[in-house]
């Protein structure tokens, strides 16, 4: 990583509120090039808190950009950090409707041009497509980074139709802690007590409306631009990681938009922007990169970034299985378009005699972390232990085969009960048994025929279903197997169904796996510059002489057939900011399930988070409770705030709802 002290403009920043036509004031911060010329100006808006959380990010991008001519703003959403108002669901109507305000606010200040960008990472990524999707005129370009256009089937809520348990829960939990801190006094002023209560009493947990849409209806329908690609009006680089889950929003979304006003990128990465630095890389000059974007579409300079293929993706080589990767070997391949003509489809013909997939509960517990961040243990380990809890059927590798794309399988069933799950994984196999995790699908039973619909299952009745798995650049090499590994549980990633401990039999005749191949052939020389920030912001870590828990620990109850798995989503810990802020969050998850029965998942995430101002006398903290358990016929929740102020409990409320289980 280079670190910039030097650029073309000399740089300042103001702490601004910006008012919505209801009243309502939300905080930001502007750096601006010190000049007499009006800029086109770039917007980040988050809920995530400018003056804190996401303040060591800000401090390395916002700068760089407004060095290089730019007004860079960073944006509370409303009811989170210093912003007044009370927080809403995640991309409400009126989180929206005040993006597009402040979009239009920007373009009306004597120091913009009129043009505007957008640009982030998951939630800000998510709103800059969404936001683009209403058109407000001012807004010609927008940076998409590891988001979706999906908010059913590619978000933290349910995949294949299935309930996602991992992140389902965690980030409902994670938001409820979240939307739960105190605006800081420092910013804020006299009446952020009065801003906090207002929010903690309005506050509800997202899991309550979350579990409450089961199936692909309109309440995910809003907000998922795949439902009118032609509303997006600006130009739309999208960038994703093969680690991340929203990979696939990236080829989609360069499929379906016109493709003079998109490109896609797909890195190794994980959900972090591409020049962090953090595993797996290798980081590319990604501000750099954007910049090129910006200064093509928002001023007009040809900057060449038209002229690049339509998708740059990375094709990693074979690498044995790790729950973490500096680096990941490989190389950058462009594709004209998407669908590539330089990807064709090869089948590979299931064989063998029916096989009943009966898999464990706790079939998915080296499935990784749902979203991986870049720590030790966030990819998937060795998977020969979900394999032998999965029926597998293996290919020999006769020439090194490069996937690039999304896998395929169809499969023919036998099920005896009306609901199920089944998962599909793909691995690559090397000569000594090590088994590394390539991509996955799953399907839920009931959402064969449409993800809008639950159809039962009729008992005994055999029937092929196909579906996808996440798209993936992989080279097989030769010598090495392609293993297909189908199982009918996978927890806590996915939601295990009533009755889904009998599993289904898979007949191999009728069944085969689709992989797209690509041409073995370099056709484009792609090359990035070397990652490149802004200083950073001098955040202190302190060291403490508690003994760190791991990351993530599996504990097996060998008499009760129990397996737990607790994590611990390492997001900060405690850290002390320049400004004299000391912010101290811990949260731990724990998902629990016995092996042979799928009533007896159960989720918990405990959240502490500390804020404290030892000048002002101003200590604060925020605990949470989140629980899922579940019986035949709904999913039961708990969940539990607590909030103190100089040690004295000002808000205290529990949440207990019974949520009918209508399709997961």
């Known amino acids: 990583m280079r670190i910039r002290t030097s650029f073309p403009h000399e740089t300042a920043h103001e702490d601004v509120r910006i008012p919505m036509r209801d009243g309502t004031r939300l905080y930001a911060r502007v750096w601006r090039p010190l000049t007499d010329e009006p800029v086109p100006a770039l917007l980040e808006y988050l809920p995530y808190r400018l003056t804190d959380w996401t303040a060591p990010r800000d401090a390395q991008r916002h700068p760089w950009y407004a060095g290089h001519g730019y007004a860079s703003v960073r944006v509370d959403i409303r009811g989170h950090g210093n912003s007044e108002g ?70 933290v809520h349910y995949t294949g139709g299935s309930a996602l348990a991992v992140d389902l829960h965690a980030w ?26 207002e929010r903690l009493e309005r506050i509800d947990p997202f899991i309550h409306t979350w579990l409450s849409h089961q199936l692909r209806d309109d309440y995910w329908k809003h907000g998922s631009v795949r439902e009118d690609y032609g509303a997006i009006r600006a130009a739309v680089l999208t960038v994703g990681g093969w680690h991340d889950p929203y990979r696939d929003t990236v ?31 290798p980081a590319i000059g990604f501000l750099q990169e954007t910049l ?75 499935a990784g972390r749902f979203f991986p961040f870049g720590n030790d243990a966030d990819l998937p380990p060795d998977q020969r232990d979900e394999d032998a809890r999965s029926a597998c059927f293996e ?34 196999v090397a000569p000594d048994g090590a088994s590394t995790l390539v991509t996955r699908g799953v399907l839920n039973l009931s959402a064969r025929h449409g993800r809008d619909r639950a159809v039962r299952w009729t008992p005994g009745a055999t029937e092929d279903v196909t579906f996808e798995l996440n798209g993936i650049g992989h080279a097989f090499p030769p010598g090495h197997r392609i293993r297909l590994a189908v199982s009918s ?14 599993g289904f039999t898979l007949d191999p005749e009728g069944s085969a796996l689709e992989l797209p191949v690509r041409e073995r052939e370099l056709t484009d020389d792609i090359r990035f510059e070397e990652p490149e920030e802004a200083a950073p912001l001098g955040v202190h870590h302190p060291v403490t002489l508690d003994e760190p828990r791991p990351e993530r620990l599996v504990v097996r109850d060998v008499a009760k057939g129990e397996w737990r798995l607790e994590v611990d989503p390492r997001y900060g810990g405690t850290r002390r900011y320049p400004d004299g802020l000391e912010f101290t969050e ?38 949470t409770r989140s629980e899922i358990a579940c019986d035949e016929t709904d999913f039961i929740t708990s969940n539990e705030v607590i909030c103190t102020e100089n040690g004295e409990v000002i808000f205290h409320r529990t949440w207990e709802k019974r949520i009918p289980r209508t399709a997961s």
């Not at 409902?172 to 209560?197: K, N, S």
């Open 586 to 623: 811990d949260a731990r998850e724990t998902y629990t399930i016995d092996e042979g029965d799928p009533l007896s998942a159960r989720t918990r995430s405990d959240w502490s988070i500390r804020l404290h101002r030892p000048e002002q006398a101003w200590d604060t903290t925020v605990r």
């Open 172 to 197: 409902a939990a994670t938001m409820l802690a979240f939307a739960a801190r105190p605006p800081d006094p420092e910013y804020a002023g006299l009446v952020w007590r009065d801003m906090w209560i």
């Open 395 to 428: 290919f020999e590798v006769p020439a090194e085969t490069w996937v690039l794309g999304r896998p395929r399988v169809r499969l023919r069933l036998t099920c005896g009960v009306e609901r199920g799950q089944v998962i599909a994984r793909l691995c690559d």
């Open 86 to 155: 009370a927080p809403g669901d995640e991309y409400d109507a009126r989180e929206l409707a005040d993006g597009v305000e402040v979009v239009n606010w920007l373009a009306a200040q004597p120091w913009c041009t009129g043009k505007v960008g957008m640009f982030g990472i998951s939630w800000g990524g998510f709103n800059s497509l969404q936001i683009a999707a209403l058109a407000p005129e001012p807004l010609k370009a927008i940076v998409t980074v590891c988001s979706t256009d999906d908010r059913y089937d590619n978000d």
């Open 292 to 366: 090129r974007w910006w200064d093509h579409h928002l001023k007009g300079i040809d900057t060449g970034v038209m002229a690049e293929p339509a998708l740059r993706a990375y094709v990693s080589d074979s690498h044995p299985p790790a729950t973490v990767y500096d680096t990941l070997p490989g190389r950058w391949v462009g594709e004209p378009a998407w669908p590539s003509p330089r990807v064709k489809t090869t089948t590979y013909g299931l064989r063998g005699a029916p096989v009943p997939v009966r898999s464990p509960m706790h079939t998915g517990l080296d």
């Open 489 to 502: 549980a996978y927890w806590p990633w996915v939601w295990p169904q009533p009755g889904s401990a009998a």
């Open 251 to 281: 080829l989609r979304l360069v499929e379906h938009l016109p493709p003079d006003r998109v490109r896609g990128l797909i890195g190794p990465w994980s959900h972090q922007y591409p020049d962090r630095g953090l595993p797996p890389g």
